[in-house]
């Protein structure tokens, strides 16, 4: 059975930075394309972030570009995603997923985690 356990999620000022996690298990990881998406009250969940299978391709929203960094760890099964200079409307559940396709369509990923609160105060 696939878990992705998403952690690292809280409460941080305007400026300020966290960085979540996903732990994987139950699948061949390094397989996988993972990615983050985030979902708002209210709002449809939306791409945040993709990363290639072998580390070497990534892709992000306009949105987070030069703020956020997606990472990997094939040795540990993990992603990571590094947000840095946080704004309010970073505000939402954070989601990893695991799919075979490095794109925004929540659609085509497979395996969802359970999602980490971000709260970003202004």
């Known amino acids: 059975q696939v878990h992705l356990v998403e952690s690292g999620g809280g409460l941080v000022q305007a400026g300020g930075s966290l960085r979540l996690s996903c732990a994987a298990s139950g699948l061949t990881f390094s397989s996988y394309v993972m990615g983050w998406f985030r979902q708002a009250p209210g709002k449809e969940r939306e791409f945040v972030t993709g990363i290639h299978w072998s580390g070497a391709y990534r892709n992000y929203a306009d949105s987070v570009k030069g703020r956020f960094t997606i990472s990997r760890d094939n040795t540990k099964n993990a992603v990571y995603l590094q947000m840095n200079s946080l704004k309010p409307e970073d505000t939402a559940v954070y989601y990893c997923?695991?799919?075979?396709?490095?794109?925004?369509?929540?659609?085509?990923?497979?395996?969802w985690g359970q999602g980490t609160q971000v709260t970003v105060s202004s």
């Open positions: 997923a695991a799919g075979y396709l490095q794109v925004g369509d929540p659609r085509k990923y497979d395996y």
